[in-house]
T-cell receptor, first 112, second 111 residues
Framework: DAGVIQSPRHEVTEMGQEVTLRCKPI?????LFWYRQTMMRGLELLIY????????DSGMPEDRFSAKMPNASFSTLKIQPSEPRDSAVYFCASSRGFGELFFGEGSRLTVL | QKEVEQNSGPLSVPEGAIASLNCTYSDRGSQSFFWYRQYSGKSPELIMSIYSNGDKEDGRFTAQLNKASQYVSLLIRDSQPSDSATYLC???????????FGAGTRLTVKP
């Protein structure tokens, strides 16, 4: 079975550019999570969806960040405009509930 | 106060020793607790879950939960160099899948 699929794996962009990260959750999972990981702040929950509905986006740093889940098999995290402090590894994870999250391999973002 | 707190380490133990990892959480209403392992450059993976007070054993791993003290721990017996990784404590708030992670404790097992 395919796991959580994220793209791109690596992204290098310049400050001010738009960045779109993509995620395909495991089929049958009804919850999807976006996390950001840095050395300084660890693994931070940005937003999560249950049944394609955003439940809590209080972790989204500011209005430059937005996330969508138009259907059960796809989600995007967009940063516009990007800033150097957004450099991090962004993880998408999915779950059937009960606390076991399955993580994608992550998207490493570098904003110059 | 952070929702989930862990000692960032690094924690270094010799091969064959017991490694003890600790975690505290702030939301007294939390019901579900997890330990994830993350190897360098990889994504986190679940290794243990615990839901009720007491101990839960799975092979060389034992998770311990004390809800009154809002404390979770993970013991790794007979530590192996392959256990060297960052261990993340995670707490689910309520029943809506809201999962928060600690910053992680980096464990090194020396041969």
């Amino acid at each position: 079975d395919a796991g959580v699929i994220q793209s791109p794996r690596h992204e290098v962009t310049e400050m001010g550019q738009e960045v779109t990260l993509r995620c395909k959750p495991i089929s049958g999972h009804n919850s999807l999570f976006w996390y950001r990981q840095t050395m300084m702040r660890g693994l931070e929950l940005l937003i999560y969806f249950n049944n394609n509905v955003p439940i809590d986006d209080s972790g989204m740093p500011e209005d430059r960040f937005s996330a969508k889940m138009p259907n059960a098999s796809f989600s995007t995290l967009k940063i516009q405009p990007s800033e150097p402090r957004d450099s991090a590894v962004y993880f998408c994870a999915s779950s059937r509930g009960f606390g076991e999250l399955f993580f994608g391999e992550g998207s490493r973002l570098t904003v110059l | 106060q952070k929702e989930v707190e862990q000692n960032s380490g690094p924690l270094s133990v010799p091969e064959g020793a017991i490694a003890s990892l600790n975690c505290t959480y702030s939301d007294r209403g939390s019901q579900s607790f997890f330990w994830y392992r993350q190897y360098s450059g990889k994504s986190p993976e679940l290794i243990m879950s615990i839901y009720s007070n007491g101990d839960k054993e799975d092979g060389r791993f034992t998770a311990q939960l004390n809800k009154a003290s809002q404390y979770v721990s993970l013991l790794i017996r007979d530590s192996q160099p392959s256990d060297s990784a960052t261990y993340l404590c995670a707490v689910m708030k309520g029943n809506n899948n809201d999962m928060r992670f600690g910053a992680g404790t980096r464990l090194t097992v020396k041969p």
